[in-house]
């Protein structure tokens, strides 16, 4: 671990913001203190933040639409230091318009920035769901292709607002199905780990840069 990061609390409101879907929630890596743990709860024990100064309002199945539509209101008053966004599984697998896609990422990283925080997304993995499920060869094609086609999204998005995006290459033993839970579509413990343990270099360096 790096330490604590350098910042302030604003408002009494939280040091880092969570955004979502079930991945980004944390299913199936339990905390020991209650609920689930995930990437989230692992990198913010990364950077030295506490589980008081974290909050995840991410929602199982939640699409960007959701997150900016649900969540953001929620959240949209506070002064966090730093917003990470874990989402896109959903629209992959249902299906998304690009443009309107591009227009929530905006929205989200433009109020991100508003509020001065470090903001951070995870790109879209190709899950083992994928070669589990029973699916067409067109169908699989197709999700696969949507896959690509967020993820170009979110690099666009965050190349726009600045923001340091880590490409799947950066992740790669993400694809590793032993970094899965046998559903196919939930990172395991190992997997959420592994993800926490890439995503803190990134924003561990994005923290020293700006005094929170």
């Given amino acids: 671990m790096g330490g604590r990061p ?3 609390v604003m408002g009494g409101g939280p040091v880092m913001l969570v955004l979502g879907d079930s991945v980004a929630e944390g299913q199936n890596d339990p905390d020991p203190a209650g609920g689930w743990l995930g990437w989230a709860g692992r990198l ?3 950077l030295g933040i506490s589980r008081e100064e974290m909050r995840n309002v991410s929602d199982p199945g939640a699409t ?8 953001l209101p929620a959240v ?3 002064r966090p230091g730093l917003v990470v966004l874990g989402c896109g599984m959903n629209d992959a697998l249902r299906g998304f ?10 929205e989200l990283f433009g109020w991100a920035r508003s509020r001065g925080a470090v903001a951070l997304a995870i790109p879209v993995p190709r899950p083992p769901l994928l070669d589990l499920s029973p699916m067409s060869q067109f169908r699989k094609k197709r999700t696969v292709q949507r896959i690509h086609d967020f993820n170009e ?4 998005a965050t190349r726009e607002f600045g923001i340091p995006f880590p490409g799947r290459e950066t992740v790669a033993k993400v694809a590793d199905p032993a970094m899965w839970s046998a559903d196919g579509i939930h990172l395991n413990p190992r997997g959420h780990a592994y993800v926490a343990e890439v995503i803190a270099n990134i924003a561990r360096s ?3 840069e700006r005094v929170i």
């Avoid at 999204?153 to 666009?156: G, K, N, S, T």
């Fill in 97 to 106: 318009e690009r443009e309107a896609a591009a227009t929530r990422l905006h």
């Fill in 6 to 8: 350098a910042r302030r």
């Fill in 153 to 156: 999204e979110l690099d666009r």
């Fill in 206 to 208: 994005l923290l020293r």
């Fill in 64 to 71: 960007i639409e959701d997150v900016v539509r649900d969540q």
């Fill in 44 to 46: 913010a024990r990364e």
């Fill in 76 to 78: 949209q008053d506070l």
